[in-house]
């Protein structure tokens, strides 16, 4: 069995920083990519990021780009962050790790195969 657990999310003024943890733990697997989704209140849940194996691909939503940065632990793959810079109101959600079975990218929420419970993210103007 595979556990997702996410960590690192706060209460933080408008301009701020987060950084959010995500570990993968359980039956061993490798070689899978990664990704940051999130829900805001009363929405849908919405990709963020994503990583591959390596680290050496990314991708975003183009309203983090340049704000948030994605990446993966060189020592241990099953570790990925999400660093968030100048933080806006608008980025209030609960924010989800997954974890796909597969190496390729992808936006879509069906590709993930393991999800953690989300760690609440919220930005006071």
């Known amino acids: 069995q595979v556990q997702v657990v996410e960590s690192g999310g706060g209460l933080v003024q408008a301009g701020g920083s987060l950084r959010l943890s995500c570990v993968v733990s359980?039956?061993?697997?490798?070689?899978?990519?990664m990704g940051w989704f999130r829900q805001p209140p009363a929405k849908e849940r919405n990709f963020v990021a994503a990583?591959?194996?390596?680290?050496?691909?990314?991708?975003y939503v183009d309203f983090v780009k340049g704000r948030f940065t994605i990446s993966r632990d060189n020592a241990n793959k099953n570790t990925m962050y999400l660093e968030m810079n100048s933080l806006e109101p608008e980025d209030t959600a609960v924010y989800y790790c997954?974890?796909?079975?597969?190496?390729?990218?992808?936006?879509?929420?069906?590709?993930?195969?393991?999800w953690g419970q989300g760690t609440q993210v919220t930005v006071s103007s």
């Open positions: 997954g974890a796909l079975v597969g190496s390729s990218l992808s936006r879509r929420e069906r590709e993930y195969a393991y």
């Open positions: 990583i591959s194996w390596s680290g050496g691909r990314t991708d």
């Open positions: 359980g039956r061993t697997v490798s070689g899978y990519a």
